[in-house]
């Protein structure tokens, strides 16, 4: 797929991985959509003005149905079609599974697993009749490999897999691929504020002993959506951690 003036929907892209691929792809000449459950600020907004793309900010909890599907209309209507949607708001709730609440359970399927069906629902049935589109869906490596105190986290993104699959088998007679990003340990504004030695700690897991970066997470990003002939694919970005 040729990016330049597609449409870019990339959900939780108020800062960290999401706001990496949103400019990213309007590096690249794409239209792109924000959003997140609060307000897009101005300063994040003002950063895309260089890229000379229309930008949107589109606010809403993609765990609800009828929020997902108000969104992706929105962004149809003032930009004509989604040609790109990046499943990538999520959440955690950490706990060891003994003492985790079923609140706590759910909440984490309902954005992380939920949500990235509400949204591909919304997205899926104009780009089969377009007969071209690409969904980029969000894992994790704890999808992969499982983590202690992530129960809840590791079956959402899990679930994701799973999930993305399945529609990729359903919609690749229609030109629309479906793949999944699975990151592991990356350097954001969480991982900044722990100590040394919780880094060290983490580092020691990873055999190439560093923290990946979100630029690298939006470099497969757009990877997934130029190229024609890859569905149903995972690409782990953990520095060897889930080998």
Do not use: C, W
């Not at 359970?105 to 919304?122: P, S």
């Not at 983590?147 to 990729?168: D, E, L, P, T």
């Not at 020691?204 to 002939?229: H, N, S, W």
């Amino acid at each position: 797929m040729e990016l330049k003036n597609k449409n870019v929907f990339v959900t939780g892209s108020s800062r960290g991985i999401g706001l990496a691929i949103a400019h990213k792809f309007a590096s690249l000449g794409a239209n792109v959509v924000l959003n997140g459950r609060g307000q897009i600020g101005e300063e994040t907004l003002a950063s895309f003005s260089d890229y000379g793309v229309k930008v949107l900010a589109i606010s809403g909890d993609i765990s609800n149905q009828a929020d997902a599907k108000r969104m992706v209309a929105e962004a149809t209507e003032a930009l004509g079609s989604v040609d790109v949607l990046v499943n990538n708001a999520g959440v955690t709730k950490d706990g060891m599974a003994m003492k985790m609440s079923e609140e706590d359970f759910e909440a984490v399927l309902k954005i992380n697993l939920t949500g990235t069906f509400n949204m591909t629902q919304a997205v899926l049935k104009p780009m089969t009749k377009a007969r071209e589109g690409a969904i980029i869906n969000l894992s994790s490596v704890v999808g992969l490999i499982g983590n202690a105190g992530q129960a809840n986290y590791a079956a959402s993104k899990a679930g994701v897999i799973g999930f993305s699959k399945s529609i990729a088998r359903e919609v690749a007679g229609r030109n629309v691929r479906v793949n999944v990003i699975a990151p592991g340990f990356i350097q954001s504004d969480m991982t900044d504020v722990l100590s040394d030695k919780i880094k060290e700690a983490m580092m020691g897991q990873i055999p190439m002993k560093r923290f990946g970066l979100t630029e690298e997470v939006a470099d497969v990003a757009v990877f997934l959506a130029q190229q024609e002939y890859v569905t149903g694919q995972v690409i782990a970005i953990d520095g060897g951690l889930s080998m």
